[in-house]
């Protein structure tokens, strides 16, 4: 175990791998527990997939992310709220598959109009 | 509860990545954050289980790189499944290259071991 270690984190350090996109950003261990749960099908899993997928993820989060910052921009804002991941989700086809996740229309859409009507009262 | 944050990834290394890719005065809100959190590890099952099924389909029981990168091309993820392919291929010369130097380790070692060599195989062969 001591040994794979080692390894990761040289391939990290010396492998030219730009600080900003440091792997270790996202646990491999979580990421396999995750994996392994998404499907029953989901037997065996090598020691590269997590690894890959900590590279994925870490993209894939900027670009949700980044998508919904134009959200939040066009709203005149400077925090990203839910409801922008949400647009952000609901504009952009590849994320259909978040389409229920993140849904515009939430109970959390909710709690706010409920502090917007005790605002004003 | 704790069940529930074990099938997610980390909502801190999740804030963290979100933070480094905005500029200095955006601010995150913590739905915002959890609602990405949400959002990473549904995308790990999604992706992973377009790879098992083609796994599946062809007799193997490994999940392995390859098939992460092909089911995120399959998915329509390009830009990233183009990304990831070069971090595995720059993962695997760097595993290569060390396995190289494992083995120029160890021939060093049993050179450097010399007679002994033999007298450990008469003691193996007990």
Not at chain 1, 52 to 73: D, Q
Not at chain 2, 88 to 95: G, M, P, T, V
Request: charged share 30%; hydrophobic share 35%; proline share 4%.
């Amino acid at each position: 175990m001591r040994q794979a270690k080692t390894a990761y984190s040289g391939f990290l350090s010396g492998g030219g791998i730009p600080r900003q996109h440091d792997p270790h950003l996202l646990p491999l261990a979580r990421i396999k527990k995750i994996m392994k749960k998404s499907s029953v099908d989901v037997k065996m899993i090598s020691r590269e997939a997590p690894l890959v997928f900590s590279k994925a993820c870490e993209l894939f989060i900027e670009e949700l992310t980044k998508r919904s910052w134009n959200m939040t921009i066009q709203g005149k804002r400077r925090t990203v709220h839910k409801e922008d991941v949400a647009h952000a989700v609901a504009t952009t086809d590849v994320f259909d598959f978040l389409i229920d996740l993140a849904h515009p229309n939430t109970s959390n859409h909710h709690v706010d109009l409920n502090e917007d009507i005790e605002k004003k009262q | 509860m704790a069940n529930e944050h074990d099938k997610m990834l980390p909502i801190a290394n999740v804030g963290r990545i979100m933070k480094q890719i905005l500029p200095p005065t955006a601010k995150i809100s913590k739905q915002a954050k959890e609602t990405m959190q949400e959002c990473a590890s549904e995308f790990i099952s999604f992706v992973t289980g377009e790879a098992s099924e083609r796994c599946r389909k062809e007799n193997r029981k490994t999940v392995n790189g390859d098939d992460i990168c092909w089911a995120l091309a399959s998915l329509g993820f390009d830009d990233c499944s183009n990304a990831v392919v070069k971090y595995l291929n720059k993962f695997r010369e760097f595993e290569q290259e060390r396995a190289a130097m494992n083995q120029i380790n160890e021939d060093e070692d049993e050179a450097a071991a010399g007679p002994s060599n033999s007298s450990k195989s008469k003691y193996h062969s007990k």
